[in-house]
């Protein structure tokens, strides 16, 4: 089985190809980003060369172009299947979805939702229905794992029509990544995924936390939008919003200005200067007292929420570190597990500095690392939807 699993972005699109028979293999990786600027640019594994590229349908074109000239893909056609990744699916869509019509107006209809991300996948939807329009098409939301809170989690505390007619309410994001990590963490453990009880820990880039409950989301740091929760490379988190209210009024910052600061300003880049976690440890190890500052009010908010997860949760058989930060920094892990031992964490600190899954086995709640792969939950998901639908291409 081929399957090609797609991540439309606004300007780029990046791409992984699967082969998936008795083992899965990565046929090809690569990305064309900078669409419709001067400098597009393709990479393909480790290669990378400019590009004239206006469109996602030309980028894709690009791309198949490269694929056949390697000898890896004759065309789009022989896929078994297509996985877009979605950001927002609003409460509408709680597990993967073979994309028709009705989806794609579905997935149209959230995008006031996601204003920046929803159109661009459905950019890389169409483009692909051109390319490819007998092969099976399917959408994973990012938000679908996370349909599974109660809505005791899921609601804010304001009035309610702000839920019943403007769909304001927590939806929860990286869920591709969580419920991967899920998987992983009951194999590892040895258990059923539906008697895990975890933390799982996305910190890359932005970053979120996931209370899972019997091997389901019941409660999520990222909200409404990917703003809310744990501090970001550039994203703030949980803030105030008398703050809003008050840079507003005395400051009139309006829903640009707010928007830039909130999303491109704030987190680790708003406190040092840089978004950048490697970069923070060694300027934190050389002295700079802005950086540590960063990196401290980075893992205090994570050890906020995972004592809060295990005030939940009340028995928890692990906690599950990920993301480039997670999966990459000893220095991050060991200072949110520092003093945790009343909750049961106790970190192996020399497991910590080595290629361990099982970085901590002396608490209640096990302490793991593993590397998130959502390419490959999407394509291992995908092969069970071609298993249910034999036929994956559409008379
Ligand atoms: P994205 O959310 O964009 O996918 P990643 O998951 O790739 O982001 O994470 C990027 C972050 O991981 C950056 O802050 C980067 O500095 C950090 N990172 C990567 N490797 C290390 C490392 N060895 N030590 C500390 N931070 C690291």
């Known amino acids: 089985m081929k399957i090609f699993v797609l991540n439309a972005g606004s300007s780029s699109i990046k791409y992984k190809l699967f082969h998936i028979d008795q083992k899965v293999q990565i046929l090809a990786w ?4 900078k669409i419709a600027e001067e400098e597009s640019f393709i990479s393909f594994n480790e290669s990378k060369e400019k590009v004239k590229c206006a469109t996602h349908k030309e980028g894709l074109q690009l791309i198949i172009q490269q694929l056949q000239k390697a000898g890896i893909l004759k065309d789009f056609s022989s896929l078994n299947a297509i996985a877009h990744r979605v950001v927002h699916g609003g409460s509408l869509f709680c597990e993967p979805t073979l994309i028709d019509e009705t989806v794609k107006k579905q997935i149209q209809q959230m995008i006031p939702l996601a204003p920046l991300h929803n159109p661009a996948n459905l950019e890389g939807i169409t483009a692909m229905q051109y390319l490819a329009p007998n092969i099976m098409q399917i ?10 809170m109660p809505a005791s989690h899921f609601r804010y505390a304001l009035p309610e029509y702000l839920y019943d007619e403007l769909k304001i309410r927590r939806y929860g994001f990286h869920g591709i990544s969580h419920h991967y990590l899920t998987k992983k963490s009951a194999q590892f453990l040895k258990k059923p995924l539906q008697n895990c009880n975890l933390i799982t820990l996305h910190l890359g880039n932005g970053a979120s936390a996931t209370a899972i409950k019997n091997g389901k989301s019941i409660e999520t740091s990222m909200g409404f939008t990917p703003l809310e929760g744990l501090v970001m490379g550039s994203r703030s988190g949980d803030l105030d919003p008398g703050i809003l209210l008050y840079l507003f009024e005395q400051y009139h910052y309006d829903g640009d200005k707010l928007d830039h600061l909130l999303n491109q300003q704030s987190g680790l880049k708003g406190l040092c200067g840089t978004n950048d976690m490697k970069e923070i440890i060694q300027k934190m190890k050389k002295g700079e007292e802005n950086a540590k500052l960063a990196f401290d009010i980075f893992c205090q908010k994570v050890k906020h929420y995972i004592g809060a997860y295990i005030a939940l949760l009340g028995n ?10 997670g999966s990459n920094s000893p220095e991050v892990r060991e200072a949110i597990c520092s003093n945790m031992s009343v909750l049961g964490i106790i970190l192996d600190s020399e497991k910590n500095q080595q290629h361990f899954t099982l970085i901590g086995d ?3 709640v096990k302490v793991l690392k593993i590397e998130t792969d959502e390419e490959f939950e999407m394509a291992d998901q995908s092969l069970q939807i071609i298993k249910k639908h034999p036929v994956t291409r559409k008379q």
Do not use: C, L, N, Y
């Open 362 to 364: 002396k608490g209640s």
């Open 316 to 325: 928890v058989d692990a906690i599950v570190f990920s993301g480039g930060i």
């Open 139 to 148: 959408a994973f939301f990012d938000t679908a794992f996370h349909q599974s």
């Open 30 to 33: 690569g990305a064309v980003e």
